[in-house]
Nanobody, 115 residues
Framework: VQLQASGGGLVQAGGFLRLSCVAS????????IVWYRQAPGKEREQVAE???????NYADSVKGRFDISRDNAKSTVNLQMNNLKPADTGVYYC??????????WGQGTQVTVSS
């Protein structure tokens, strides 16, 4: 049972990246998937959420720029990040919430946006 995040990198402000979170041993059909990020010296914050019911929620700071999507058949949740800003820099983690008591974390992928 694991989540594998990938797609991070170094990009200039205004650029884009696409993060992927691939699940193994997890049925995404019964999971909410959340992308978090943690900037240096700051607390981890929720960025985008895709619920098993089909809802998508975004932090105010990324609305209109980020898009979360899922492919349950491929056990993949993607985060398309457009018009990136230096403030988007951080380590991005995907998290699977399975029911009220189970939470699984991926290993994180670094996103660095230069000005």
């Amino acid at each position: 049972v694991q989540l594998q995040a990938s797609g991070g990198g170094l990009v200039q402000a205004g650029g884009f990246l696409r993060l992927s979170c691939v699940a193994s041993g997890i049925n995404l059909r019964v999971s909410d998937i959340v992308w978090y990020r943690q900037a240096p010296g700051k607390e981890r914050e929720q960025v985008a959420e895709s619920t098993m019911g089909g809802n998508m929620n975004y932090a105010d700071s990324v609305k209109g720029r980020f898009d979360i999507s899922r492919d349950n058949a491929k056990s993949t949740v993607n985060l398309q990040m457009n018009n990136l800003k230096p403030a988007d820099t951080g380590v991005y983690y995907c998290n699977a919430r399975i029911g009220p008591f189970r939470s699984i974390w991926g290993q994180g992928t670094q996103v660095t946006v230069s000005s």
